[in-house]
């Protein structure tokens, strides 16, 4: 079925007359009068079900699902193979004039008869004139005037309206039926053998003297007119004739709403509502609700589906949607991304439940609803899984809620956790793919959602009032514990991942995944770049790329921290990708409007846009779609398992290891807090004990005779040697670029007698925290010496900075031998606003530590 109400109907508003209140709506000022009408006439150019050929001055209809008529869309493909573009297809591509009439038109002789398709002359003076001029031909050889010819001919009666009710066109033969339908007449082997006299034509001259009709069975032959359908043509008409008065105004009310929200609802051809519209006469339909979705074919199921979306939020109130265990988020304004507005809640058997499920969703939409219909789902699923444990273990199916106790409660923990240890199947909960995949296998994350989602539910509950007024007990909601899960998060690319994921050849085999050419390599890029969420890169808008002072910016909705129009900086590289991905999908656009998108529709296109239900390309690329390329993608090559999610928490990681501190991560990623910055960097740079350990591992500077060399113990202290060792910097040392200087004098002071020359002098030490800075040195004096004019210049160079490497090298050795070589690689201290923590408050000397060392040694 396809449900419109589940049960409870004579509760609804509408449960007196529904056809009262959609005719109240149709007779509303603001309502098309088009749609009012049984046969509904669309002009060509309607801006939601326009029919006609995109191609310019072309009059022919357009083919279902596409822009084009037959003739050109086979032009189109064949350009399009070729490598033509729309564009010039569209300046290239000749009009073409309709085969047949779209509308019946009169004779020029008969007022009251239609024309023949493709003549001026209705069907009796066609044949007329066609046997006229084909007898001269064959007795004299003579042309016979066409104009001579029709100013000698009389007009000929009207027929009256054809016989079949839906039918729009009248009749043009006597036994009263139009062209078309006397042709499908004798296809279907004439039922009823309506028979004409010999000789009928001749009884035309004489206006006055009707020709009869004989049957075999007249009860057939008016049975076939009222069971035949109109004539399927995409001529912009819908029949609603001959339906029932309620269905009838549901499908008017629909369309016209339809034409409200074009995005939400995708595209109608109008051949389709024009089939579900036969179904319902032929099955004799009382209302949508009542169709069988198994006897529909595809499209025209989709289109009742919508339809019966749009009755819902008419014939159900907020209260009635409770009564009948379903809650619509259109109720209170509310639509989730990529999600619907019906959430049912009829799985819930138990009714206090349910209802308590329901007021728990309403006071959310009402007051504050969620991003997304995530915590929805998971209270859904939780109280379902509930419901249906009570059902089946609980006297009386739990419906009683002053019988339940903690124990039924705790029995139902007992039995989700033993489900999931034994990996058994859900008591209510299906897999993916609905209730036809059968029930869905329990995890120990799943058992968590559930025992979360109920949670939330029984508890607000109880701290409303409402769990006391109903009768359920305390005992039974707090007998119910806390999930405990956690989110989980993904790890970064490792290395080999990370080059599978960006070689060039790879990157071109994502490409072949991406069959319409809708931007699936370009979206990967631009994650990997970026870091942004798979959302905010999917949604993005066509003018999303622009350059500020010379620098090319990236701007994007940060929709889940309330951040819109956002801009980051971005390479060159992804930059001139965008423009060409801009490219082609203003071609699309031309494709479909035969002209440029203005000013205003660039700001709302979609720089990837979706491939159906999108006429205007308003909507992005669904995840779904890139997630699962993606995954085939990933199954070509020889890697580990990941996702495109990851690629965000690797830019936060090699954020911090290049430099940026958690705030920088935080604004860059877009991020709701430095806590959950620190939850993508997936490094441990927030333990005090580590910051004091990089900070204690000190070597001597390149200015000392041995630069390089280990001046603490490489061998683990215990906290009372470390304690002893300790000193406070702030009195012992004063900061230096690149380290510390232990000169005292300078420390308390007074001017350096060594003009400052740091990292040539004796007093100079390094700390783990240095390390990234000194890499970066080391980096530039190699660029430096590459970028040499010639040999002798760049040998000079890296004698010159041969000492600082050996001093880099030495506490590169030194962070290796205590296992801290990846932390201080992720970890650069070297900021003003850090001086003031206390891990820069406290290090060791180096004399005492080279000392403590050779203790060691001799023990």
Not at 612 to 637: C, P
Not at 778 to 787: C, D, F, H, K, Y
Request: hydrophobic fraction near 40%; glycine fraction near 8%.
């Amino acid at each position: 079925m396809l449900p419109l109400v589940v049960s409870g109907a004579a509760r609804t508003r509408t449960g007196r007359d529904r056809l009262e209140v959609l005719t109240a709506l149709m007779a509303a000022p603001t309502f098309d009068p088009l749609f009012r009408q049984d046969v509904v006439v669309v002009p060509r150019d309607h801006p939601v079900y326009g029919w006609g050929c995109s191609v310019p001055g072309c009059e022919r209809s357009e083919s279902v699902r596409h822009d084009y008529c037959n003739v050109h869309v086979r032009e189109w493909r064949a350009m399009r193979e070729a490598g033509g573009s729309v564009a010039e297809f569209l300046r290239t591509a000749a009009p073409l004039k309709a085969v047949s009439w779209l509308d019946w038109r009169s004779c020029l002789i008969c007022p009251e008869l239609p024309a023949k398709s493709g003549y001026e002359l209705c069907y009796l003076h066609a044949d007329s004139w066609f046997r006229r001029r084909g007898y001269l031909r064959r007795t004299s050889g003579k042309e016979i005037s066409f104009a001579e010819w029709v100013a000698g001919q009389e007009a000929f009666g009207s027929f009256g309206p054809c016989q079949v009710p839906v039918c729009t066109t009248p009749a043009e033969h006597p036994v009263g039926l139009c062209s078309r339908h006397w042709s499908l007449y004798g296809r279907e082997g004439r039922p009823g053998e309506a028979n004409l006299p010999p000789n009928w034509r001749r009884w035309l001259s004489d206006r006055d003297k009707p020709i009869p009709v004989t049957y075999g069975d007249e009860l057939a032959f008016r049975r076939w007119c009222q069971q035949a359908g109109p004539i399927h043509r995409m001529n912009g008409v819908v029949s609603l004739r001959g339906l029932r008065p309620l269905v009838k105004a549901e499908i008017q009310w629909a369309m016209f709403h339809h034409t409200q929200v074009p995005i939400e609802g995708g595209l109608w051809p109008l051949l389709w509502i024009q089939y579900l519209a036969d179904y319902c006469r032929t099955e004799r339909v009382d209302s949508l609700a009542d169709l069988e979705a198994e006897s529909l074919e595809q499209y025209p199921r989709q289109v009742a589906r919508r339809m019966l979306e749009y009755l819902r939020l008419v014939y159900f109130t907020r209260q009635d949607t409770k009564d009948a265990g379903f809650i619509e988020t259109d109720h209170y304004g509310v639509r989730f991304t990529h999600r619907g507005s019906h959430i049912d809640m009829t799985r819930v058997s138990q009714r206090w439940l349910r209802d308590l499920l329901w007021e728990w969703m309403a006071g959310r939409l009402a007051t504050d609803p969620p991003r997304s219909r995530n915590p929805f789902d998971i209270a859904r699923r939780g109280c379902v899984e509930l419901s249906a444990f009570l059902e089946a273990h609980v006297p009386g199916g739990g419906h009683d809620p002053t019988a339940l106790t903690g124990q039924h409660m705790l029995d139902f923990v007992a039995d989700q956790r033993h489900r999931a240890r034994h990996g058994l199947k859900a008591l209510g909960i299906h897999g993916k793919g609905g209730p036809g995949a059968g029930p869905a296998t329990v995890t120990m994350n799943a058992v968590a959602r559930n025992f979360n989602g109920a949670r939330t539910v029984l508890r607000e509950a109880m701290d409303t009032g409402r769990a006391e007024r109903i009768g359920l007990g305390r005992a039974f909601i707090v007998a119910l514990p806390h999930g405990g899960a956690k989110g989980g998060r993904r790890r970064p690319f490792p290395d080999e991942v990370a080059r599978a994921l960006a070689d060039e050849d790879n990157l071109r085999n994502l490409e072949s995944f991406d069959i319409a050419d809708r931007g699936m390599r370009d979206i990967w890029e631009a994650l990997v770049v970026t870091g942004r969420r798979c959302g905010e890169v999917l949604d993005v808008r066509l003018e999303c790329i622009s350059r500020l002072n010379g620098l090319p910016m990236f701007w994007h909705d940060q929709t889940k921290v309330g951040n819109y129009d956002e801009a980051i900086r971005i390479p060159e590289r992804l930059y001139q990708r965008i423009e060409k991905r801009q490219a082609k999908t203003i071609d699309r656009f031309i494709q479909r409007h035969g002209r440029p998108p203005t000013p205003e529709e660039r700001r709302k296109i979609a720089l990837f846009p979706r491939k159906t239900a999108n006429r205007d390309l308003i909507k992005g690329s669904a995840y779904s779609w890139f997630n699962g390329g993606f995954r085939d993608w990933v199954d070509t090559l020889d890697i580990a398992h990941c996702v495109p999610h990851q690629a965000r928490h690797t830019l936060a990681t090699n954020l911090l290891r290049h430099g940026a501190n958690l705030a920088h991560v935080k604004r860059y990623l877009g991020q709701v807090s430095e806590r959950m910055a620190e939850h993508y960097v997936h490094l441990a740079n927030t333990d005090p004990r580590l910051e004091d350990a990089l900070n204690a591992v000190w070597v001597a500077g390149p200015g000392t005779a041995q630069p390089g060399a280990v001046l603490s113990g490489a061998e683990p202290m215990t906290r009372e040697e470390a304690q002893s060792l300790a000193i406070d910097l702030t009195r012992t040392s004063t900061p230096a670029e690149g380290g510390f200087c232990t000169f005292q004098p300078v420390v308390n002071g007074d001017a350096c007698p060594f003009n400052l020359d740091c990292h040539n002098c004796d007093k100079f030490v390094l700390s783990g925290a240095d390390l990234i800075y000194w890499r970066r040195k080391r980096e530039q004096w190699r660029v430096l010496a590459e970028r040499a004019a010639d040999s002798a210049t760049a040998d000079y160079l890296q004698e010159v900075f041969e000492p600082t490497a050996r001093a880099i090298d030495g506490l590169e050795r030194a962070l290796e031998a205590l296992g801290l070589l990846d932390d201080a690689l992720a970890l650069d201290l070297r900021r003003p606003q850090d001086f003031f923590g206390r891990v820069w408050n406290t290090a060791f000397r180096a004399g005492e530590l080279a000392a403590h060392e050779t203790t060691q040694e001799a023990l």
